[in-house]
């Protein structure tokens, strides 16, 4: 799982894989809760029993992964670093360019975005993260029809997003080759010699 190093920063997200390595240390405990975990067999062990699984076998795990990534975005949308205002080397993050266009989303966030408020309305007590955990709980045992309905919409916004894409590359790429607009000429206030005589007359 991962760890949380700087304090009031929200958790990472778990991967899939995380997810069934922490299943399997869970598993192992309760057969053998006096036994210590050799690390490095029982790595190779949870490696090689993944790649063996099925994808049928993975979705709940890829499921809780999906639910625990909203849950990290939420998260992070309301959090706001200690340093924010101190400036620090290296790389800095780009600011967003506010035309470009909006990412599409997967199947489950269309489903969720359905779904949210009704669990809201039922259930105002709810945390973030307990709407996170309700919804992916919904999103597993919800049917092939309805999942596939969600997959057509997700599609359809991925084509969106690609034929947006593509639009703004190319307006950026004609901006780009634009010349850059002329400063206007500066000139500088220079007395007459006529205003200069007329002064020195008075």
């Known amino acids: 799982m991962p760890r949380n190093k700087v304090p009031g920063k929200p958790r990472g997200r778990m991967t899939a894989y995380a997810y069934f390595v922490q ?72 600011s967003k360019d506010p035309n470009a266009p909006k990412r599409s989303l997967s199947a489950f ?42 997959n057509l919409m997700a599609e359809r916004d991925k084509q969106r997003y690609q034929r947006e894409m593509e639009g703004y590359k190319n307006n950026k790429k004609v901006a780009s080759r634009a010349p850059p607009p002329m400063a206007a000429p500066q000139y500088e206030a220079e007395e007459s010699e006529e205003e200069s005589e007329e002064e020195d007359d008075e």
């Not at 006096?34 to 994808?55: G, H, L, N």
């Not at 890829?62 to 400036?87: C, L």
């Not at 408020?117 to 307990?130: A, Q």
């Not at 597993?140 to 999942?147: F, I, L, S």
């Open 23 to 94: 299943a399997c240390r869970e598993e192992l405990k309760k057969r053998h809760p006096d036994q210590a975990v050799a690390f490095t067999e029982f790595s190779r062990s949870c490696a090689q029993r993944w790649k063996a699984m099925s994808a049928q076998e993975k979705a709940p795990f890829q499921n809780q992964a999906e639910v625990d990534k909203q849950r990290f975005n939420a998260e992070m949308r309301t959090y706001v670093p200690q340093d924010a205002g101190r400036k620090r080397g290296g790389k800095r993050k780009r």
């Open 109 to 150: 966030f269309w489903f969720c975005n359905d779904e949210r408020p009704k669990i809201r309305g039922m259930n105002p007590e709810y945390t973030v993260g307990d709407v996170a955990k309700e919804l992916g709980r919904m999103w597993a045992g919800v049917d092939p029809q309805t999942r596939e309905r969600y």
